[in-house]
Structure formats: C-alpha cells, structure tokens
C-alpha cells in the first residue's frame, strides 16, 4: 500500500501536471459557436471577441431586435444565426444553455462528432431547507451530456463563476479559477488557452467524473448566496509550490 508520502507526491505531481493550463497564453484565433446569447453566452461571446476570436450565436431568434442589439453592443467579429448553423460552423461550441432545453437542441443541432463541446451548465437549482440539495442523480450534468452525445469531446468549464466576473475578474480580487474536467487532454488544453487568454485561471481537475465535484462547487457557492442573503465569492484554487 503507498504510504502518505508517496500519495502525496503524487498529488504534487498532479497538482503541477493541473497548472500547465495556467502558462498557456494567446493562441490562433478560432471560431467559437456559443449557443444561447443569455447572461453567460454575452459574457464570454464579449471576451473572446475582445481577444480576436470570430464568435457565432445560435440563437433562436437570431434575427430578433434583441439579438442584434447585443451583436452591435459587442466590438469583435461577432454575428448570430441559428444554432444548427452556429454549430456547424465552428469546432468549438458552448453550450450556454438552461441544462432542460439544452438536452432536446443540442440533440437537434446536428453532429457534433470530434467538436469540443464546452459545458458550462448547471443543473435546476433544488432548495431543500432553503439550502441548494445535491442532484438526485449522482451523475453530474457534464456526463449525462457525454451520453447524449457520445463523439463530442466535452470539457466542463465556466459553470462555477458569475458571468459578471468572466467579464471583470477584478471584482474578486484579480484570481478566478476555472476548474474544468474532461476526457479529452488536447480539448482541455485547448479551452485552458480559451480561459487564460481572457485572464482567467483554468485547473484542470481530471477526467470528465470531476464535474460532479465542480457542479457541487455551484451548489456551494449558490447556498451561500442564499444563507447571506446576498454576497457573494468566486473560487480561488491556489496552486502550492
Ligand atoms: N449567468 C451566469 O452567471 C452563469 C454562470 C455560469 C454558468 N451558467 C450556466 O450557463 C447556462 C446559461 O445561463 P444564463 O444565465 O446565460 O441563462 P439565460 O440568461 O437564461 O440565457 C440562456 C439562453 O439560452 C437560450 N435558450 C435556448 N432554449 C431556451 C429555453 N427553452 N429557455 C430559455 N432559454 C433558452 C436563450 O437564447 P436564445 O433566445 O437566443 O435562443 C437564452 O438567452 C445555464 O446552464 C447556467 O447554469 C450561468
């Protein structure tokens, strides 16, 4: 049996193998589909436009007032168009979608074989004593998407912060750590540039099962909202040296 040493060198070894993502820094410009153009899609559709990637929307609506208004809003290579068309047009597609919706349009947006699918949702929160209850599945929302799309490389990320920190880490003090979790080691590379290029700080956290701790990582950090009426915090995961 190892001993505590040899497990937590380890550990070492992993922690620093999770950092790598943190020195990855601007990359070729790509084209991202980010599908809905809610609170989070705008947030992180304005910090990779910002950053030079052409960003499509599948909306909808692409057509609607409102969708254009947010178009024009955003400076960058930025347009809307369905989410079957946003989705065939890149190799990257985000999923900022309510978990509900998201299950029967990501089945209806066409192949998605050998895209990284990046992940961001969180499951309809449950208030059991007015606190967030975990799931009733111990599946995480990450792996049940992995099932309903078996050829897509699916990287979770971005679920736990607030999309108005994505936009400005500042607000928590400059460190915004985004765990993300996956099967795929290139996808997860590939969206840890993503996150770091907008000055945000990616760990990966291991294998796609870890998104069941890092969607938990929502539930915490909704409660608390809930038990102090108001505040808020943003994860910081500090790597030790
Ligand atoms: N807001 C945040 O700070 C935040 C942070 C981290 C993670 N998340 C997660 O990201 C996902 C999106 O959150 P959000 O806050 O951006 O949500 P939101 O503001 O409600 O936007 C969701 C978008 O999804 C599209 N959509 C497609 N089908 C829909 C349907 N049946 N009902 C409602 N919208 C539908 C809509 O875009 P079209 O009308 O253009 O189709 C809508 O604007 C959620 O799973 C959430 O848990 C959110």
Same mark, same amino acid.
């Given at each position: 049996m190892a001993d505590r040493r040899t497990v937590l060198t380890a550990i070492g070894a992993t922690v620093a193998a999770s950092a790598?993502? %943190?020195?990855?820094g601007a990359q070729a410009k790509q084209r991202i589909a980010i599908l809905g153009t809610g609170n989070l899609g705008q947030a992180l559709a304005s910090c990779w436009a910002r950053a030079g990637h052409p960003i499509v929307f599948g909306s %909808?609506? =692409? &057509? &609607?007032k409102r969708v254009r208004d947010l178009i024009r809003d955003i400076s960058g290579p930025v347009s809307a168009v369905t989410p079957a068309e946003a989705a065939a047009q890149a190799d990257i597609v985000v999923?900022? *979608? =309510?978990w509900e919706p998201a299950k029967e349009l990501l089945r209806a947006v066409g192949d998605l074989t050998g895209k990284i699918v990046i992940d961001p949702m969180n499951a309809p929160l449950k208030l059991v004593d007015r606190y967030p209850a975990p799931r009733d599945t111990p599946i995480s929302v990450a792996e049940e998407l992995q099932a309903l799309l078996p050829g897509a490389k699916v990287v979770k990320a971005f679920?736990? =912060?607030t999309s108005k920190s994505i936009v400005d880490p500042r607000r928590a003090g400059g460190h915004v750590s985004i765990p993300l979790a996956g099967a795929d080691v290139a996808a997860k590379s590939r969206v840890a540039a993503l996150v770091s290029e907008i000055g945000l700080e990616p760990v990966d956290?291991?294998? *796609?099962?870890?998104a069941r701790y890092i969607e938990a990582m929502l539930l915490l950090a909704s409660g608390y909202v809930i038990y102090t009426r108001g505040k808020l915090f943003e994860f910081h995961l500090a790597p030790v040296s």
């Open positions: 790598i993502g %943190r020195t990855a %909808r609506t =692409p &057509d &609607d999923s900022a *979608l =309510p679920n736990t =912060p956290c291991g294998p *796609l099962v870890a």
